[in-house]
């Protein structure tokens, strides 16, 4: 079954061009594991690392990547200049934006 999914990050390159299987070796490589030889296997242990993900001919190691609650999900961050990073994922028939943002506001000056 398909369900809403929500995730954030910064993409960074790391390889680009050749086969799916030298791209995935490098990839293990680059996380500190000694890659398998069964391609299957490869694949799987590719898979599991996570933070890196094939996009057509290139990897990508992902950066400040978190998988949030699909169905809402506020977060703020508290800068050194006083101002505030924020997220809002809502059902806005529970609420108006002012009250999401007061709550990333909250959640972002809370964790200081």
């Given at each position: 079954?398909s ?46 690392l996570?933070k ?12 400040n ?6 169905y ?31 709550s990333?506001i ?7």
């Amino acid at each position: 079954m398909s369900e809403m999914e929500l995730r954030t990050g910064t993409a960074i390159l790391l390889y680009e061009g050749g086969t799916d299987k030298e791209l995935m070796t490098k990839a293990v490589i680059h996380a500190g594991e000694t890659p398998v030889e069964d391609e299957w296997d490869l694949e799987e242990q590719f898979w599991d690392l996570e933070k890196y993900e094939l996009v057509g001919d290139k990897v990508y190691i992902l950066e400040n990547y978190k998988i949030h609650d699909p169905y809402g999900d506020i977060s703020g961050k508290l800068n050194p200049d006083g101002n505030i990073d924020f997220m809002c994922f809502w059902y806005n028939g529970g609420g108006s934006f002012s009250e999401a943002l007061g709550s990333a506001i909250k959640r972002a000056t809370e964790e200081k």
